[in-house]
């Protein structure tokens, strides 16, 4: 039997990475899937590449009209929201003494402003029963020199689905996040770094993390997938590390 069968989900940032294979398998699994991302022809290859009951939404995850209007058009598709993944994000790496604010507002306004109003906007429209699911970073718990930005990010929506777990009880939604450690992602090709500072940070990344490696999409995605389902139904507040053991140790 499929484990969301008739559930309506939103992903942002589902033209990529985890959000990609997280729309595959709710796809599989018999959901109604909506992505979003900021880049047509992007969105457009993955609405192919998912196939199955999907539609892209153009819109950049740090204009909060653009995401109220992702969500307007998910409503007036499949009539209400079941699942939101809040996934879509950036992560940059600069040590404080070479901060800039410009900087500092491009992660916040991306990873922290954008997902918060979506939120907002969301609320009407949250079935009894929803789930907002975050996609944090097991950054935070750590200190990873030049992290400071995005690491704070990463703990706001932390704290955030805290928050949310006491004031959406009305409507029994809960609040849950994934912390990915490592994954092989094209993130790491965004993040303005030559090749070889990439392959360092990489080889040091996959040396501390006690399974020796860096996890694939399609593993956050089973991890959502079990978040979202019925067969979390008591699971609400927590933020699950799925990071081959790098934050326990
Ligand atoms: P990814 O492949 O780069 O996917 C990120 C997605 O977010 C892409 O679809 C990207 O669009 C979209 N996005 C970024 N900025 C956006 C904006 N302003 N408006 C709309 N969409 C935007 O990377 P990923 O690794 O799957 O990342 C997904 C989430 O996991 C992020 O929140 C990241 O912080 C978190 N995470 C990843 C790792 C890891 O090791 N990979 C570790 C910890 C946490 P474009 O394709 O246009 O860039």
Same mark, same amino acid.
Do not use: L
């Given at each position: 039997m499929s484990r969301l069968e008739n559930k309506v989900a939103l992903i942002t940032g $589902?033209?990529? $990475?985890i959000g990609l294979a997280t729309a595959k398998l709710f796809v599989a699994q018999g959901a109604k899937v909506v992505i979003t991302g900021r880049r047509q022809e992007a969105l457009d290859t993955a609405v192919k590449e998912i196939g199955g009951d999907v539609i892209a939404v153009l819109a950049d995850v740090k204009d909060i009209g653009a995401g109220t209007r992702a969500i307007e058009q998910t409503v007036e598709q499949? $009539?209400? #929201? /079941?699942i939101l993944f809040l996934n879509a994000g950036i992560a940059g790496f600069m040590p404080i003494a070479e901060m800039t604010e410009e900087f500092f507002d491009e992660q916040f306004d991306t990873n922290v402003k954008g997902p918060f109003f979506m939120i907002k906007s969301a609320l009407p429209y949250l079935s009894e029963g929803a789930v907002i699911i975050g996609n944090t970073s097991i950054v935070s718990q750590k200190g990873f020199p030049g992290s400071g930005v995005y690491s704070a990010t990463k703990a706001a929506m932390r704290s955030l689905s805290r928050v949310l777990t006491n004031e959406l009880q009305a409507k029994k939604i809960r609040a849950v996040s994934v912390a990915p450690g490592? #994954? /092989?992602?094209p993130i790491y090709g965004k993040m303005g770094m030559s090749e070889a500072e990439l392959q360092g940070m990489s080889q040091g990344f996959a040396q501390q993390v006690p399974l020796g490696r860096f996890g694939t999409s399609e593993e956050l995605a089973q991890t959502v997938l079990f978040l979202a389902s019925d067969e979390a139904s008591f699971i609400t507040g927590v933020e699950l590390e799925v990071d081959g053991g790098l934050s326990q140790v």
């Open positions: $589902g033209n990529s $990475g499949f $009539g209400h #929201i /079941d490592p #994954i /092989d992602t």
